[in-house]
């Protein structure tokens, strides 16, 4: 397996990077602790070195913690951990602090959480409004020159806002969503990262599970799943996005291949996009996805994407934090 340059640095990451939110169970039901424990453990026998957390997974930091564990069990070489700060949990809720002393206090719980004394990636979580820009990127750019972080990262910012940040600190990757319904990006973001040779580490790869196809057309959201807030989930847009599925089913049958596999195969073959964050709570769900990095998609497979994706048309999409 190739391995992909984070940046401009000399750290080297897996093209699927493993999502750590949905071992928290925060908005995922039926997560428990010896599933997430195995989940990673199943991503790192995968091929699996790049692991994206941050504070304010979980409550009190578990995704952090069960990163910690599994790299005292597996060594601390085997992992590149991007962490995020910014943003941290007020009960079941989010609040947003971009302040200095903010950054510096959430880097150096997560490092204890983390059992470790570096991260290789620190990201802006997302935008204080109450915080210039720039003092949050000073404030990352202080923990690289402490050794604590070796690389900054931006997540949930505008390209004028990028612009900002890369001036103080520059950016070594920038983490939006995107996904075959979701390619907002390409219109600005992806651009100036290709540009300033910033890698893009994109979420959302499986657009909350839906482009994994396995959710029925018929399916009946449980009143605590909280993917049913979203447009892709409702109404015609949702049976559009059956539609649509049933073409990739397809394409993937025809190759031997699971549509998951298919969906990610094309993203991480995405210009620019140095890794996909694939989430995962059971460590079937993260072989699935790891198995696209062996992957390659060909002319015909391309052009067949292509053709479902525009007889879909144009999608009603929403990011989020």
Same mark, same amino acid.
């Given at each position: ?83 995020? &700060?910014? #943003?941290? @949990? ?6 947003? +602090? =971009? /302040? ?112 994994? &196809?396995? #959710?029925? @057309? ?6 605590? +799943? =909280? /993917? ?94």
């Amino acid at each position: 397996m190739t391995l992909r340059r984070l940046g401009q640095t000399d750290i080297h990451v897996s093209a699927i990077a493993m999502g750590c939110w949905p071992i928290t169970g925060m908005t995922t039901l039926h997560a428990n602790e010896a599933d997430s424990l195995n989940t990673l453990r199943a991503a790192l026998d995968s091929g699996i070195n790049f692991f994206d957390t941050a504070y304010a997974y979980g409550i009190h930091g578990e995704s952090e913690q069960m990163i910690g564990r599994i790299m005292a069990e597996y060594g601390r070489d085997r992992f590149v951990i991007a962490t995020k &700060g910014g #943003l941290h @949990r007020v009960g079941r809720g989010q609040d947003y +602090d =971009g /302040r200095p002393e903010t950054i510096q206090r959430e880097c150096e719980e997560s490092l204890q959480r983390l059992q470790t004394d570096h991260v290789e990636l620190y990201y802006l979580h997302a935008w204080d409004k109450q915080t210039p820009i720039a003092e949050t990127a000073a404030a990352i750019a202080s923990l690289i020159q402490q050794g604590k972080v070796r690389s900054a990262g931006a997540s949930n910012l505008t390209v004028a806002q990028l612009q900002q940040f890369h001036a103080v600190c520059p950016l070594t990757a920038v983490q939006p969503h995107f996904n075959m319904l979701q390619q907002e990006i390409e219109a600005d973001i992806a651009p100036w990262c290709r540009d300033n040779g910033v890698s893009l580490c994109i979420y959302w790869p499986l657009m909350k599970g839906l482009l994994a &196809g396995k #959710l029925p @057309r018929d399916h009946q959201f449980d009143p605590a +799943d =909280g /993917r049913a807030k979203y447009p892709m989930f409702q109404g015609q847009e949702w049976q559009k996005n059956q539609d649509f599925l049933d073409d990739l089913k397809a394409i993937a049958s025809g190759l031997e291949m699971t549509v998951a596999q298919l969906v990610v195969a094309w993203t991480i073959a995405q210009p620019g996009i140095t890794a996909a964050l694939c989430g995962a709570k059971r460590d079937w769900q993260i072989q699935e996805t790891a198995a696209a990095m062996e992957l390659v998609l060909d002319d015909p497979t391309l052009s067949a994407i292509e053709g479902a994706l525009q007889r879909r048309g144009p999608t009603v999409s929403r990011g989020a934090v």
